[in-house]
């Protein structure tokens, strides 16, 4: 049989396609704009004819009909980590979440830790030989797509055909839909002079040849920025966005001398703009490939000079990090940073940076603090930070004792608070 009578075959709307969900199952959904639209709205309409349905996904993107607190019973969200559309269920308890890193989901699901029965998920067009890929999030998908008992993919020519590990044969689908909305576009961060500040610190230290991992945010963008007179800098990082984009088009990203993978960009999932997507599209200088590839540190780690950016919410004197939490109450997920900071530790010269203003509310709370608050979540233990900093400098604490440690943090903290903070210090025998 032809590969087009395959699809054909296999061709179906999106509420038809929903069908092959059955009580019980547990929905494997990409990360961020990977997440299929069409077959998540028809999940949402027919969401009272399930029972015990459940949606696994890190980053949801758009708050579908299904994120109700009156029909959890019938399908329920279970974030690997929280974003806008999850977390205010995932804080008043309607919405589950799994513990993870990154990097480990996809063995998780190949153990059956994590259950994989149907894979929803944005696909490019099919090609000449029958493949399509999931360009946009490969993450934990490719794990799934191998052990689950349906596959249904959303098919819309907006989604990048990428290569690397991330391909799905028209004989591996139970269904597909086809879409052809355009993908979510996620614009850059707001930048203001803190973000700068601490940019500048970071890209001061980065130095030309390196291989990047940058997380999504504010401060990891302004460093980005920052940047663009560097020379050969390369690519190993779990999301390709803007900023990396703008770094290839200034010519500060060549991948030339990256010694693992040299002149190949490495990412799991994209999120920006459609600029973005028409550039991923069969581009040779990239592959996309699941999270235990990118992400897992003894990998991540044989590149060379690996400077690993990501921000956290606050941190104690110690120089552990919480970043997913606001005391008991979550707000993201570990995602990739620990992935990175010790994928940073195990590099040679490879540099860990762990940045934060060093305020929150308009300067009246310290984010450098004695302990964290009372039920923080920490992603970065004391055992493995390296570099912090905030807008007011830089702090080394790997291999630094604890009274060395809390010195370096309050000498970054705010000035407003680093007299309070050295008495705190003391009266706890840090200082």
């Known amino acids: 049989m032809s590969i087009k009578t395959l699809y054909l075959q296999k061709r179906m709307p999106a509420t038809e396609a929903v069908c092959h969900v059955r009580n019980g199952d547990f929905i494997i959904v990409p990360t961020g704009v990977g997440e299929p639209p069409a077959l998540l709205t028809a999940l949402s309409d027919q969401r009272r004819d399930f029972q015990d349905v459940k949606v696994g996904q890190i980053l949801a993107m758009r708050k579908y009909a299904y994120f109700d607190p009156e029909t959890v019973d019938n399908v329920r969200h279970v974030a690997f980590f929280y974003g806008g559309a999850s977390r205010a269920g995932g804080q008043e308890g309607w919405v589950d979440f799994i513990p993870n890193y990154f990097s480990e989901i996809p063995p998780q699901i190949e153990r059956g830790q994590i259950s994989a029965d149907v894979v929803f998920s944005m696909a490019s067009p099919m090609d000449e030989h029958g493949y399509f890929s999931l360009s946009l999030g490969v993450d934990y998908t490719m794990a799934a797509v191998a052990r689950a008992r349906a596959i249904v ?101 060549t991948n030339r001398r990256k010694n693992y993978l040299p002149g190949k960009m490495v990412a799991t999932f994209g999120l920006g703009s459609k600029k973005l997507y028409r550039f991923m599209e069969r581009n040779p200088g990239l592959e996309m490939h699941p999270a235990d590839f990118t992400n897992t540190p003894a990998l991540a780690g044989k590149n060379d000079n690996l400077a690993a950016i990501n921000a956290t919410l606050q941190i104690d004197l110690l120089g552990q990090c919480g970043s997913e939490s606001l005391g008991f109450a979550p707000y993201s997920g570990t995602g990739g940073q620990s992935d990175f900071v010790r994928a940073a530790n195990l590099s040679r010269g490879g540099k ?56 370096e943090l309050i000498g970054i903290a705010h000035p407003n608070f680093r007299a309070e903070l050295t008495e705190q210090a003391k009266k706890m025998h840090l200082l």
């Not at 001061?204 to 560097?230: F, S």
């Not at 390369?234 to 770094?247: A, F, R, V, Y």
């Not at 923080?376 to 390296?386: A, E, Q, R």
């Open 153 to 253: 993919l959303e098919v819309n020519p907006n989604v990048p055909f990428t290569y690397g590990n991330c391909h799905v044969h028209i004989s591996q689908v139970t269904a597909l839909v086809e879409s052809s909305e355009p993908v979510l576009e996620v614009g850059l961060p707001k930048i203001g002079p803190v973000q700068e500040a601490i940019g500048k610190y970071v890209a001061d230290l980065i130095d030309d040849g390196a291989t990047l991992q940058i997380g999504y945010g504010g401060i990891p963008d302004a460093v980005v920025m920052q940047l663009t007179q560097k020379h050969d800098l390369g690519i190993h990082t779990e999301m390709i966005g803007d900023g990396i984009l703008s770094l290839v088009e200034c010519g500060a990203v």
């Open 352 to 407: 860990a940076f762990i940045v934060l203003p060093s305020t929150a509310k308009n300067d009246t709370i310290s984010r450098i603090v004695l302990s964290l608050s009372p039920g923080t979540h920490v992603s970065t233990s004391k055992n493995d930070i390296n570099y912090v900093v905030t807008e007011f400098g830089v702090a080394q604490l790997r291999g630094k004792s604890a009274k060395q440690r809390a010195r």
